[in-house]
């Protein structure tokens, strides 16, 4: 992580679970992350927790579902830090919400987070580092198992069709970035099953159900820590190596 210290990193979904984990990693590792989410006082606590790390967490409240806040999001970053050089794009959601009976607007949400938002950000992140003529940036999109397979314990089909677009995604910006000649990086993680609050709203349950959730699917699932380590790896890759795709499930996993 060496050459990333002192860079400035923006992580989306800071306030909770995998970017949470992510983003507080960053810091301890000297650089400078601009945790965004909409729980503003999840952030500051964040914020308070990496205190004396020799990076640190800057909280800016951002909705992804409205392009002038993420706007306004890069105006403030090329303000007060010059630009960023890492884009972890991990904000995201799921819900259960059947195709055939579920609502419109579960659905826009998710496209909304999941794949617009990843979108938009990764063009406005890319544009900065061409107006510093910088070319040492790395995105990495936080996809998921469900970007692979197509779920059958959950009418979740919509998530995971936001992350199979992901994907798609993902291999578009890489070729785009060739076309340019331009050496940035682009890695897409895939997770399975990681304790984190996704059930808990995704089902709208308490903590209690969602770990038995979990229990179904491995007897021990994955924690935050496991993915923030990923990505660690990730970023640490020399500059000739893209690690392109990484799944990352539980050992004891039942599913996929
Ligand atoms: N946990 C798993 O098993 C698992 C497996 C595979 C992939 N993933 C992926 O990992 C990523 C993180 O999920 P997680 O498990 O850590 O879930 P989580 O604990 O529910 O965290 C989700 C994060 O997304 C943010 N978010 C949601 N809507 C947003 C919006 N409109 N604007 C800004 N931020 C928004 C939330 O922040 P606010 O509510 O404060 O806005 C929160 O910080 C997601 O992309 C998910 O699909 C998770």
Not at 41 to 54: D, F
Not at 230 to 236: A, E, F, G, Q, R
Request: hydrophobic share 40%; net charge negative; glycine share 6%.
């Amino acid at each position: 992580m060496e050459q990333w210290k002192g860079k400035v990193a923006i992580v989306t979904g800071a306030s909770s679970g995998i970017g949470r984990e992510v983003a507080k990693q960053l810091a301890l590792n000297g650089m400078t992350v601009i945790g965004c989410a909409r729980n503003q006082s999840r952030l500051e606590e964040l914020s308070q927790e990496v205190t004396g790390a020799s990076g640190k967490v800057v909280a800016i409240k951002c909705d992804v579902r409205k392009e002038e806040e993420i706007l306004s999001m890069f105006d403030n970053i090329k303000t007060q830090f010059g630009g960023a050089d890492v884009c972890i794009n991990n904000a995201g959601l799921g819900r259960v919400s059947p195709l055939l009976s579920g609502t419109t607007e579960d659905w826009r949400e998710q496209m909304e987070v999941n794949v617009l938002a990843t979108c938009i950000i990764t063009r406005e992140f890319v544009k900065q580092l061409k107006e510093r003529n910088c070319d040492a940036g790395h995105i990495i999109i936080m996809n998921s198992i469900y970007g692979h397979t197509v779920p059958a314990e959950a009418p979740v089909h919509i998530y995971s069709a936001t992350k199979w677009a992901l994907r798609a995604i993902t291999e578009g910006i890489r070729q785009e970035l060739r076309m340019m000649n331009s050496e940035i990086k682009i890695t897409q993680i895939s997770p399975g099953h990681v304790y984190t609050e996704i059930f808990e709203r995704a089902f709208n349950i308490s903590k209690e159900e969602a770990k038995n959730i979990f229990d179904q699917i491995a007897s021990e699932a994955l924690y935050p820590e496991d993915i923030a380590s990923t990505v660690l790896h990730v970023l640490s890759s020399p500059p000739r190596v893209q690690v392109h795709d990484m799944k990352v499930i539980p050992v004891t996993a039942n599913l996929y």
